[in-house]
């Protein structure tokens, strides 16, 4: 799932669609926003890269645990 900054970029180049220009807005308490401040002081990610990645892996987990999905691709 994680590519190097230059696979992404050529993937993004290649293909329009996997630009990311569709936006979401998150509100956080205060607590909320400290945990997230944390993730990024210690992978040295940025926010969003954080943010996009945790919604990434949970879609992913979500729909991969789905026993529907599973029939479909056997």
Known sequence: ???????????MKSDPKRLRT???TLNLDDYEQKLINALVD???LSQ???LHRMVMNEA????LS???L???RA
């Open 22 to 24: 569709h936006r979401a």
């Open 1 to 11: 799932y994680l590519l190097s900054s230059a696979r992404k970029d050529s993937a």
């Open 60 to 63: 992913r987990e979500l729909l």
């Open 66 to 68: 789905d026993p529907t």
């Open 70 to 72: 599973e029939l479909a």
């Open 42 to 44: 210690y992978t040295g």
């Open 48 to 50: 969003a890269e954080v």
